[in-house]
Nanobody
Framework: QVQLVESGGGLVQPGGSLRLSCTVSGVTLDYYAIAWFRQAPGKEREAVSCISTAEGRNYYIESLKGRFTISKDSAKNTVYLQMNSLKPEDTAVYYC?????????????????WGQGTQVTVSS
């Protein structure tokens, strides 16, 4: 059984940084695409970033390039999202998700396993 557990969210001031963690159990993350999504109140869930070990590539939505960095520690079976220069509009619940195939996509319904989410609030 696949389980994903996010951690690292919290309250941070504008311009600050956070690092989110997504620990995967039940499968080896290197065989799958692992993505971060976020959902702000009243908005649809959107893809933030995705890592594909098989393709050797990372993906980001255009507006976040340069501020967010996705990485992984295969030994810990954990994916990270480093978020820098945070803005109030980054406030959302952040979820990690696994796709049963190694290729990344931004389509929410294609991911079959989800974590419970971690709240990120950017406010002064």
């Amino acid at each position: 059984q696949v389980q994903l557990v996010e951690s690292g969210g919290g309250l941070v001031q504008p311009g600050g940084s956070l690092r989110l963690s997504c620990t995967v159990s039940g499968v080896t993350l290197d065989y799958y695409a692992i993505a971060w999504f976020r959902q702000a109140p009243g908005k649809e869930r959107e893809a933030v970033s995705c890592i594909s070990t098989a393709e050797g590539r990372n993906y980001y939505i255009e507006s976040l390039k340069g501020r967010f960095t996705i990485s992984k520690d295969s030994a810990k079976n954990t994916v990270y999202l480093q978020m820098n220069s945070l803005k109030p509009e980054d406030t959302a619940v952040y979820y990690c998700a696994r796709r049963r195939y190694p290729s990344c996509t931004s389509i929410v319904k294609i991911f079959d396993s989800w974590g419970q989410g971690t709240q990120v609030t950017v406010s002064s």
